[in-house]
């Protein structure tokens, strides 16, 4: 018997029980199509995670004065200063930019009314390191940091506060004794909930200026921005041993960055999307169990057809094709029904979002390797549970097939 013919009966066998077939494909496409959105979502739920962490500003390594040693009292010496900015800004050649800030509760003046603020003194560069966003006005510029100008930025929800209904660009705020003029409203590329110096109320000022209220200028967090990615590992080790080296070595310093946070996410969503992949492939085995079960009852109702067809010459291995290839169409159809509907899904719900306001870094994309794999495990779950059923279709017997009612 050619493989028309094989063809041939396995889609007459198919045709003949539409309802059962139908319910059976339903199944594989359920399994397939799982599997694929399940790798869509985990995907999607990584980049926007990785997203927001990177908006707080990419490649970042920060520093700050921890602790003196136990038996030590810290000391001014110990305290991060303007110095160890240029020294890391100079000193190592993966830096990008360096920047540094200092902050304390202040409490601002402004038509009339008092509002508690958290007083942020920057350095140049701190705008680019922490990417933030100038919705009105301009942030610093040069001369107001040679000049010492007194100049400032409110927080948007300060500005709102502040000045309810009116522009603040150009507006007068008392800070203490002395008088600033603002000259933009700025906010968080992503909101960092209070863990950085932004605050919700939070004033930006030239960094020069901030040693009239503090008495010294010392920093309190410095940044280091690397080049590249790969630079950052690096960058933290240099960072940490120029502070070590330029201050004394009972002196302790957190050196950090944002990689170890990136590294955990992605664990975190290689682990949710693994256990989501066993879900899926479990609905893709039920949906062998199924097929197998299927099988299994169409080789008894047929089993005088087998009979027949074995008394007029088929042989055994014709008989286990026929059944196997029933089982592999049924996994494919199911498959291709699946797959095309969990790739549709992404394009249609990424259509849909652009008429609506979604946050920053919400992309939905499409992963060809887990299309082609859940293709693969599809087709092999129609082929390895369909084989009993094959087998056991070519072992019976013509003489009792026939006689079989």
Known sequence: MSWSDTWSFAMDALRANKLRSILTVLGVAIGSGAFVLVVTVALTAR????????AVGSNIVYAQLAQSNSSQAMVLADELNMSDLQAVRQSIPQVLRAAGTTDRQMTVVAAGKTWPVAMVGVT??????????????????????????????????????VFPGQDPVGQTIHVGELA??????????????????IRTDSVLVPFPLIQY????????????????PQDVPLVTEEVARILKNRHRTEAEYNVQNLSSILETTRNIS??????????????????????????????????????????IGARGIEIRYQFLLEAVLISLIGAVIGISVAVAIPFFI???????????????????????????????????????????????PPVESLRYE
């Open 47 to 54: 980049k926007y995670i990785i997203h927001e962490i990177e």
């Open 350 to 396: 990424d259509s849909l979002l652009r008429f609506f306001p979604v946050p920053p870094g919400v992309i939905i994309p499409t992963s060809w390797p887990s299309v082609a794999v859940s293709f693969v495990f599809s087709c092999a779950i129609g082929v390895i549970f369909g084989y009993l059923p094959a087998k056991s279709a070519a072992a019976l």
């Open 270 to 311: 290689v682990a949710m999307m693994l256990v989501l992949l066993l879900i899926a492939i479990l609905a893709l085995v039920i949906s062998g169990i199924g097929i197998m079960n299927i099988m299994l009852v169409s080789v008894t109702e047929r089993t005088r057809e087998i009979g027949i067809r074995k008394a």
């Open 124 to 161: 140049q560069g701190f705008e680019q390191i922490r990417r933030l966003i100038v919705m009105r006005g301009r942030y610093f510029d040069d001369a107001d940091f040679t000049m010492v100008s007194k100049v400032c930025l409110l927080s948007q929800h300060l500005a709102d506060t």
């Open 213 to 228: 209220y503090t008495g010294s200028s010392y920093i309190v967090t410095l940044y280091a921005q690397a080049d590249r």
């Open 180 to 197: 600033f003029s603002v000259v933009g409203v700025f906010r968080e590329r992503i909101d960092t909930f209070g863990q950085s110096e």
